[in-house]
Nanobody, 122 residues
Framework: QVQLVESGGGLVQPGGSLRLSCASSGSIFSIYPKGWYRQAPGKEREFVAAITRGDNTNYADSVKGRFTISSDNAKNMVYLQMDSLKPEDTAVYYC????????????????WGQGTQVTVSS
C-alpha cells in the first residue's frame, strides 16, 4: 500500500510563503494525476491544486495566482509553493493521487497521510 508523507508546514505571517512537500513510498504514484487538498477546522476537506504527469495544472479559485504545484516524478514527490498567504489558508494540507479524470471530484487513490499544518497568523 502506498504511503504518503506531507511536510513543510508551519506558522507564517500573512503575506508570507511556505513550500510543502509530499513524498510517496511507491513509484506508481508518479504516473497518476496528483493533488493537494486542505481541511480547515470545522470544514470539509477541499481541493487546492492538481498536476498531471504531463505537468498540466489546475487550481481552486481561492488560491489561483498565489499557489504553484509542481512534481518530480523521478523522486515520487509533489510540491506546493504557497505565496501571499492569508489567514483563510490556515488548514491541514494533504496530498494524494487522483483518478485519471482529475482531482477536483474528491475521489483519491490512497489512504490519507497525516497532513501538514499550515497556520497563517500575525
Amino acid at each position: 500500500q502506498v504511503q504518503l508523507v506531507e511536510s513543510g508546514g508551519g506558522l507564517v505571517q500573512p503575506g508570507g510563503s511556505l513550500r510543502l512537500s509530499c513524498a510517496s513510498s511507491g513509484s506508481i504514484f508518479s504516473i497518476y494525476p496528483k493533488g493537494w487538498y486542505r481541511q480547515a477546522p470545522g470544514k470539509e476537506r477541499e481541493f487546492v491544486a492538481a498536476i498531471t504527469r504531463g505537468d498540466n495544472t489546475n487550481y481552486a479559485d481561492s488560491v489561483k495566482g498565489r499557489f504553484t504545484i509542481s512534481s518530480d516524478n523521478a523522486k515520487n514527490m509533489v510540491y506546493l509553493q504557497m505565496d501571499s498567504l492569508k489567514p483563510e489558508d490556515t488548514a491541514v494540507y494533504y496530498c494524494n493521487a487522483c483518478p485519471w479524470d482529475g482531482c477536483t471530484s474528491g475521489a483519491t487513490r490512497y489512504p490519507w497521510g497525516q497532513g501538514t499544518q499550515v497556520t497563517v497568523s500575525s
